[in-house]
């Protein structure tokens, strides 16, 4: 449910369907969902915050079910507030008590080690995990937290992942790496999200390193894809905006990373990735006479066009948004 909720987000995000949300059913999934959320929160009088409890969280070793999942109430939290995101569009009004439940739902934490907790009681010392989890409220999740506790988590998690689990989750690892400037590490386990998978003679990928389970494994195709868009490409969607911001590494000796057909509200992009610029071409302008889209870098704005091509230097984040959002 909450992973269906987050990719109604994404979609809304990079369309911007209004569509989708009025007459084929979209508001109602994303209002739906939200009420389910709000529906599996319980209110913790000891806390003064609201918990949901007996989930299986993204790790499936985590049996039987456990409370307070960080990323559960994380993907819980977003849902709600998607549903009051697209109201203005819906004209579905959130009730204040769901966006109480929002903004006050619990989240283990370790403050001695600046570590989220994977749930209630987890033990950061001898718990393994079978794949990615706690290290996804970074990406894709996006969820605010400060680079040292980011760091703390991936470097928590990743020993305790067992060295058998699936594909997709060293990606997320390499992701979360590349992000923080850690360029040896996220190389290292972008490596270990292929090399071990694939099959010859086909390079057909297997869900298990020892060749078992699920053959022709899209899911682990899926990290490896994520790792190069999200990971070396440093691209991230927001609701209001789209954000380019290349590291300027790529894996491999790799030279140069080129991305044909990236779609956003309508406009469609190429974008060019070296080791020290990169460059955004407008390759299609959105066939819609209301949608514009500008962008900003620094203190410079403007507007995106048909054949635009646009250059910048490494460290200069660029974000394209609709000149006027979606829901203000």
């Given at each position: 449910t909450g992973d269906i909720a987050f990719a109604a987000r994404q979609y809304i995000a990079a369309t911007g369907n209004q569509d989708w949300l009025l007459n084929e059913r979209g508001g109602e999934l994303i209002y739906e969902t939200a009420r389910f959320w709000a529906s599996r929160a319980i209110y913790n009088t000891d806390r003064k915050q609201y918990e949901i409890l007996s989930v299986l969280p993204p790790d499936e070793d985590a049996e039987p079910f456990k409370n307070n999942s960080v990323y559960t109430n994380a993907v819980a939290s977003l849902s709600i507030q998607l549903a009051n995101y697209v109201s203005c569009i819906t004209n579905k009004t959130v009730p204040q008590k769901w966006l109480d439940i929002a903004s006050n739902l619990y989240f283990p934490f370790d403050n001695s080690t600046q570590d989220y907790l994977e749930y209630d009681g987890f033990n950061l010392k001898n718990t393994t995990i079978k794949q990615a989890d706690v290290v996804l409220l970074g990406f894709p999740l996006m969820w605010t937290m400060s680079d040292v506790v980011r760091r703390n988590d991936l470097l928590a998690y990743e020993p305790l992942t067992r060295t058998d689990g699936p594909a997709m989750t060293w990606s997320m690892y390499s992701i979360g790496f590349t992000e923080?400037?850690?360029?040896?590490k996220a190389d290292q386990l972008f490596r270990r999200s292929y090399q071990s998978y694939v099959r010859s003679p086909f390079n057909v990928w297997t869900e298990t390193q020892q060749g078992v389970g699920t053959v022709?494994?899209?899911?682990?195709?899926?990290?490896?894809?994520?790792?190069?868009?999200?990971?070396y490409g440093g691209i991230r969607l927001e609701l209001n905006q789209l954000e380019f911001n290349p590291r300027g590494h790529l894996p491999d000796q790799a030279t140069t990373f080129t991305f044909h057909g990236i779609k956003y509200q309508g406009f469609i992009f190429d974008l060019t990735i070296n080791n020290n610029t990169y460059e955004i071409f407008v390759r299609v302008q959105s066939n819609i006479n209301y949608i514009f889209l500008v962008y900003e870098y620094g203190e410079h704005r403007g507007s995106l066009k048909l054949n635009d091509r646009l250059s910048f230097s490494i460290g200069t984040p660029l974000i394209i948004r609709r000149s006027i959002t979606l829901c203000p």
């Open positions: 923080l400037g850690d360029f040896d022709n494994f899209i899911t682990g195709v899926g990290g490896f894809l994520q790792a190069i868009l999200f990971g």
